[in-house]
């Protein structure tokens, strides 16, 4: 199953890298709406379960942890839409479109198979952080960017101990 997350995301990857591959910001920000879904999504599962009697310390902690990521990247997607990342009608369209998909994709995995969601996820904010560190290449006074591509190392390692906490109960 991981082999198949690993195929998926990196053509999608590959896709939009090529697309955008000379637009840094229309490809950030058309990624940054992308990857905040899935916390969205861990939240609206986690909510559900909850709500049926399917809650612990864990997912308590876990309710946490998502809604913070949900917010810090909703900061990073306003700071791409200060930079005119979403200037663009056919990048708002093509965002807005993929992450419709992409939201009930990730809710219905992590409904079935919360590790499997962790480890798309993962690859996501690795990808993510890959991203921002070759910008910073050509970029390195870019504080901001810096900034954001410590929160998506930050991510890696939350959803890592995510995935342990789970594995573990
Ligand atoms: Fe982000
Ligand atoms: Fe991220």
């Given amino acids: 199953m991981k082999n198949l997350n690993s ?3 990196n053509n999608t990857v590959k896709i939009l ?3 955008y591959s ?3 910001l229309q490809r950030f920000w058309v990624l940054e709406v992308i990857a ?3 916390y969205f999504a861990f939240l609206s599962v986690l909510h559900f379960k909850e709500s049926l009697g399917l809650k612990n310390d864990i997912t308590m902690f ?8 949900a917010i810090n990247e909703t ?3 306003k700071e791409m839409e200060k930079r005119g990342g979403d200037k663009f009608w056919i ?3 093509l965002a807005r479109h993929l992450v419709l998909v992409y939201y009930w994709i990730m809710v219905f995995y992590y409904f079935c198979s919360p590790r499997n969601a ?3 996820n993962i690859k996501i904010e690795e990808h993510a952080f890959n991203t921002y560190t070759k910008y910073l290449k050509d970029h390195p006074e870019d504080q901001k960017i810096k900034e954001i591509a410590q929160d998506e190392l930050n991510h890696v390692e939350e959803l890592n101990e995510a995935l342990a906490m789970i594995t573990q109960s």
């Fill in 7 to 9: 195929f998926i995301l």
């Fill in 17 to 19: 890298d090529f697309v």
């Fill in 22 to 24: 000379d637009r840094h």
């Fill in 36 to 38: 905040r879904s899935p």
């Fill in 62 to 69: 876990l309710m946490k942890e998502h809604f913070y990521q």
């Fill in 75 to 77: 900061e990073h997607l």
């Fill in 91 to 93: 990048d708002r369209f």
């Fill in 118 to 120: 962790y480890d798309v």
